[in-house]
């Protein structure tokens, strides 16, 4: 794990924002929908690219990191959910941990109020209330 860079609260402020209308709107995970958004482009075009990501991300989200070689990932948080940090280390990926306080609070909302789409989320049974 390494340490923030002076524009990484900034960027993760910027993916907050988004998240929250992630939250109203419902749909795939971030990091997806912004692979998705970004279009069809080769790999190296992510080389050195940052990815910001309000929760550590899935199994599914770090294949796609890894697939598409983005070299840096900045997480808002990881106490919600611990999810494949480990694999991006291994597979030589950059990332920080902002423990950001605004970050852990959405998600831990995100799972009171949704159960069934988290464990979707992160591959597990939900309840739904």
């Known amino acids: 794990m390494s340490t923030p860079r002076a524009d990484d609260k900034k960027f993760m402020k910027i993916a907050y924002e988004e998240a929250k209308k992630g939250y109203d709107e419902g749909g795939i995970p971030a990091e997806i929908s912004a692979l998705q958004t970004a279009g069809r482009l080769p790999a190296s075009s992510y080389k050195n690219t940052t990815m910001y990501t309000t929760l550590s991300p899935c199994s599914m989200c770090t294949g796609a990191i890894l697939l598409y070689k983005i070299s840096r990932v900045v997480i808002g948080e990881n106490r919600t959910f611990v999810g494949s940090e480990d694999w991006l280390g291994v597979k030589g990926v950059e990332f920080v941990v902002m ?24 591959g597990e049974e939900g309840e739904e209330r």
């Open 99 to 122: 423990d950001d306080e605004e970050c852990r609070k959405l998600m831990e909302r995100f799972i009171e109020e949704r159960p069934g789409d988290w464990g979707e989320d992160i």
